[in-house]
């Protein structure tokens, strides 16, 4: 499918203003993604290994709030204010009700269109929401746009849907998603997944995103995850 065929932005926004309960789980995470509940812990144990002290976090696309609330659990983002962003304003909600007086701010948009002050954040995180960006032009923006809200010293944390670089290798990884989205729900459940993802999503490869972070400034990147077309990731300004 072209990116003309896409999704438009408020399809998506709509899609997701329904589904909020799905992305309330603390303890499994979002579970049409594989190993979910075990990223969510490692994304979030290593921003708060690797940068001290957090004082303000950014949660991009920030869903019903699981990786802030579970960045708060450790000692380094115990008394952290979160910047919420996410294109649905009943996610943003949630997750305002459930972070309490540590959500300092929210912003209903699309990452594409915030506009932050340079500096402003400890930490950046994006769960399963830059595959929605369409061209390499508009990674290369939010990738700046990190580095440039980030104080020195900074890092952003990254889980999320990716292609592979061989269409082999490529074509394994996402027939093992399939099964694992069977075993989960049928192939009904698998089928619905993959048409939304079809219809709505523009993965690239985890190569493509750490060499990005290179480009834009990041001096050091490192890998947490990867498994079928998933991979948790981070990098540090």
Known sequence: MSTAEKSTVAEIRARFD??????????TGQVA???AALCL???TSAAAAATTPIRRVLDVGCGAG????????HGAAANAKFTLVDLSEPMLVRAK????????????????E?????????????AAVLHHLRTPDEWLRVFTSF???LRPGGSFWVF??????????????????????????????????????????????LTFQLNLAAKCGFTRTDVLHKNGPFAAYGAIK
């Not at 329904?18 to 992305?23: H, W």
């Not at 699981?66 to 659990?73: G, V």
């Open 147 to 149: 580095h440039r809200w």
């Open 66 to 73: 699981n990786y802030s609330l579970k960045l708060r659990e």
């Open 114 to 126: 915030l506009v932050l002050a340079d500096g402003s954040f400890d930490v950046i995180l994006a």
């Open 160 to 205: 999320d849907l990716v292609v592979h670089e061989d269409a082999r290798v490529n074509e394994l990884m996402w027939q093992r998603y399939r099964e694992y989205l069977v075993g989960n729900g049928g192939d009904a459940y698998a089928e619905k997944v993959f048409a939304y993802i079809e219809r709505e999503d523009t993965p690239t490869s």
């Open 41 to 43: 812990d490692l994304v």
């Open 97 to 112: 009700e459930r972070l309490g007086p540590s959500a300092e701010a929210t912003h209903q948009c699309d990452v594409r």
């Open 33 to 35: 993604t594989m190993d």
């Open 18 to 27: 329904a589904d909020v309960e799905r992305f309330s789980n603390l303890e």
